[in-house]
């Protein structure tokens, strides 16, 4: 058996390739971004050539650097941004249209549409999602409907639909030339097209779509011992590597912190934010905005559940200060601008960008930063920023302890926005619990590395796995009650001012 696990984890804002050992430890790291394209507001777009290309670019830069091989790695494991769809030509490996990506608000209107009759509950029982411009069956019913031919092309079989999992699994096997066209549970799970009991695409909801079954890719489980290919011998690896392992990222990110048990839940600070709870095998139905997922599905085992809170915009503000505010030059300086003052000076920064997400799923929302005085500077607002990362969380927190009755007694974070240390101390003092970071931030990758390992007998079962898990840092609430609940009062009254700003 070689000594080492790979994952390939294609982000929201770029792609890493990792290498692990059986310690679960970090090996080698290496990522590229790639870009946000803008081309209007409420548009979120990414070039999946560029995605492809810096793939095969961030694998062959990390093992020249390392100066390990293909026959290094036991196995590769896939993760990615989730939701986000991509649509291409088989025969030509040519995308149809850029990668309509998660945030993209573009198809309000057809989920709109689907809630206003029993469609929208029947999404609901089914899919355990809710009718949102976020999920990728409205992305694809878009571009079959607003890109010329592709209709067409699909009846040809000249045009299949893939998330970004998908797309760069089947570029890794080699594309034009034998690529496979395979997804995960969790992924399906994103699309509004899956049914969560059954597993398999629902020919009911892809009526609601007008999407046809041929155009989408077999679903398979997160973890398969059998392998869904090997990377092709031509490709970035240079030899063949079986890929044993896909999940989407905030799921992959529950199997990177050993949430392997119900109850167990964690907290991925992004370009959103990701609060998962491992429910087990039940399906839990959430009275509180929060969707029901499939965590992860291990070969023959049943498919495990989670809750999951989804917040669209928190790294991602801060990414904003940077590139279109320009008060900050890094977000790492986001911390030091924001520590120039006490705290926010009484202003409250609502980033809703994409409407709201968890739990309040408003589309018509958008930003608002309010309780602005004259005495305000850019470091206030820095520190809205990011308390608003805090608040939003808080807000999935409630919810997910009204659902299940689970009380966190601590919160277990990962993510670049972990790197923040006054951002975790927030974090902490806004929730009244204690945070904790574990040593490998990069659960995602490791998630998914874990996985494709457990699939080829890597590492023996998931104890092997929990035994690795450690903590590198703890913050404990500092703010009295009082406090706490002021300033938590005061942003449910922020999140009201920045309801009702669009109309369609
Ligand atoms: P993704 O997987 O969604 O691409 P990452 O986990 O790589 O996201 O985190 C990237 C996000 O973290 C970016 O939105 C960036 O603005 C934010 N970020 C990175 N470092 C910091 C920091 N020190 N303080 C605040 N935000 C940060």
Redesign the pocket.
Known sequence: MPDFVGAV?Q????TRFMIFDHEGAEVAKFQLEHEQILPRAGWVEHNPIEIWTRTAAVIQTTLQRTGLHDTDLAALGVTN?RETTVVWNPRTGRPYYNAIVWQDTRTDRIAAALDQDERGQVIRDRTGLRPEAYFSGGKIQWILENVSGVREAVDRGEAVFGNTDTWTLWNLTGGVNGGVHITDVTNASRTMLMDLDTLDWDDELLSYFGIPRAMLPEIRPSADPSGYGTTARFGPLGGEVPITAILG?QQAATVGQVCFSPGEAKN?????NFLLLNTGTDRVRSQSGLLTTVAYKFGDQPAVYALEGSIAV???A??WL?DQLHIIT???Q??TLARQVADSGGVYFVPAFSGLFAPYWRADARGAIVGLSRYNTDAHLARAT?EAICYQSRDVVEAMQRDSGVVLDVLKV????T??DL?MQLQSDILGVPVSRPVVAET?ALGAAYAAGLAVGYWKDTAELRAHWAESRRWNPAWNEERREKAYAGWKKAVTKAFDWTTD
């Open positions: 984890d982000g929201t804002t770029s941004q990222d991925t600070y992004g370009t959103g928190t790294g991602s801060v990414q940077r890094s977000a790492g986001s911390e990011l990962d993510g670049g926005v790197a923040n951002c995602t």
